[in-house]
């Protein structure tokens, strides 16, 4: 299934996917978004705040943090076209948003790696990102009682 951009974009229809600068929106009003609509509908990738927490009861997720250490982060940012202070300033506080986040509408510590099969470095590079991420899917969707999570819930 392929989400429909329009979900994908923050509007006056659809805020939640809207940074949480733009739009805070509740826990309830995400958790129906990607429970009831998103990830009901079959193969789709959902990205963002507290998508681990939402999806943890389901079984049929695969849930993936991905990062990257400072200097790759400054490095992509620069690459971007943004100014060396504006990178550090982002480094600095989206983290801190993040973990502010989760605390808030979760009270849980960011990340939570329990909720997730796997955690990878993108350092390593795109084409190993997407390898690794779709062999662990491939292995989950192989033997299922050998790699699930076990007490998450």
Known sequence: MQVPTSQLQPSAQNPVFGSVADAKPTPGVLSLTFSDTIAAEGNAVIVGRGGPFFLREREDTFRVFTYAPHDETIRRLLAMGKSRKDSEDLVENVDKERMEYIKHYFNADWPTRSLYHLMINTVVGDENVIA?????????????????????R
């Open 132 to 152: 690794t991420i779709l062999n662990g899917m491939q292995r989950l969707a192989a033997h299922p009682a050998e790699t699930a999570l076990r007490g998450v």
